[in-house]
């Protein structure tokens, strides 16, 4: 059995280690929680008791007795606590965005690369972008002609979020657009291929120093289709986290305003049909109240791929997506950051 530890027992990592109990009690992995560690002792010791673990005052103290780590901390803590768990050859499951800064994500993913690891990139394992991907991908209505990708939540320093390291640029590394919107940068990519430009305007209406609260990018592609993205941290408490992704493709318009099943929409000349992505069919051994299944589901299936790949016999176990590909959506973030801060100059990705 693998032994995980928590590293970061705040929202996400409650997230995480909600999922991973429900799968070990499951006896759906062969893993269970068995330490826990935060620099706030109280969330450590609340973490084990939820684990029936132990709640370790230092890092290495928990690096020493685990075999697998999940890095919850906020973003400015990934790197350390990355660099010192790949020392001893643990298995990493490191949240996203890897780094405030794009030299310290390269830092993190060459560290990250040759050992067993994944990304908290969780949207890739959402049935709906995976439909997208597929669809896109086997050109089955012909080519992109555009895409217009629309993200919003409230501005996370108040509501579930409850901290405020996300108004703070040296914690988060900036705002909606790296710290939300990686998922997206990272959906597009792997939905749509890696773009060649970006143009990108930024604003900053709430009064953080150097956290965004709203960003506009225009992606270019080599075969001259592109990409819209509106990312936009808002004040309206009572509308959580909101995805609509539409794309218009040569023989259809294909679109989904929910970011786990769906429906995805797709128009024709035929009129219009629905393809609705599945939950495992294992997620029905979970013993999760009605209300929270999508929120466990959707961390439980990535959380079980990447246990079940450290099991599996053959080479290290690189699971989806890889620091590779959360690296290159970080590039696009840079890119995107340089255009805003050049007046919306274009900044070629090629160059990167
Ligand atoms: N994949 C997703 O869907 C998703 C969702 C939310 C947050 N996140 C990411 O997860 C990370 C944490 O976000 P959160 O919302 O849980 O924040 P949070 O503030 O709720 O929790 C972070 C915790 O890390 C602890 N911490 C900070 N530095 C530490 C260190 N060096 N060692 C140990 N503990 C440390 C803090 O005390 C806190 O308890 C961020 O990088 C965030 O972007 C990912």
Known sequence: MKRIGIVGCGHIGTVHSYALKQLTKAELIDAKITAAYDTDPDRSAAMARHNDAVAYAKLDELLDVVD??????????????????????????????????????????AILEPIPHQV??????????ALCAEIVQSQEFGRVLTTMFRDDQYFPIQGMYGSTWRGDRDQAGGGTLIEHSIHDIDLLQWILGAPTEVVATTANRYGYVGIEDTAVLNLRYADSSSATMISIWHQVLSRGSSRRLEIFCDDAYIWTEDDY??????????????????????????????????????????????????????????????VAEALAAHRVVEAAYQSAADGGRPKSLLAL
């Not at 010192?84 to 310290?104: I, S, Y």
């Open 68 to 109: 697998v780590v999940w890095i919850c901390t906020w973003t400015a803590g990934h790197l350390d606590a990355v660099a010192r768990a790949a020392a001893r050859g643990l298995a990493v499951f490191c949240e996203k965005p890897l780094a405030p800064t794009l030299e310290d994500c390269e830092r993190l993913a």
């Open 120 to 129: 908290g990139l969780v949207l890739r394992h959402a049935p709906v972008f």
């Open 261 to 322: 099943l769906g429906p995805l929409h797709v128009q024709t000349k035929d009129g219009v049909h629905e393809r609705i992505g599945g939950v495992p069919q294992w997620a029905g051994r979970l013993d999760v109240p009605e209300v929270y299944e999508k929120s466990v589901i959707q961390y439980a299936e990535p959380a079980k791929a990447f246990l079940d790949g450290l099991n599996a016999p053959g080479g290290p176990a690189i699971g989806h997506p890889s």
